[in-house]
């Protein structure tokens, strides 16, 4: 389907309802294309975030690894 960007504002509910049922919508402006709304499926939307920060690559800074117990007792006598 495809609909102008008035047709867009003024019926955009009822467009949403045609996307819901698996139709896509083309929205144009003075004859051009400048937005697609497409059906979402379950398989296109997680449950919950995954990598909400994406992939994190942390510099090495060559510290040596630390047990939770040595940590804290570190911290501990910087008066933590």
Do not use: C, W, Y
Not at 4 to 18: D, G, I, P, V
Not at 56 to 76: F, K, Q, S, V, W
């Amino acid at each position: 389907m495809d609909a102008t960007a008035r047709e867009f504002n003024q019926k955009s509910s009822q467009m949403l309802a045609a996307a819901a049922r698996g139709e896509t919508i083309t929205v144009t402006k003075n004859g051009v294309a400048v937005a697609r709304m497409v059906p979402v499926s379950d398989d296109d939307v997680p449950s919950h975030p995954i990598n909400p920060m994406g992939e994190i690559d942390l510099p090495d800074l060559g510290l040596p690894d630390l047990a939770d117990d040595e940590i804290e007792e570190t911290l501990r006598g910087m008066g933590a």
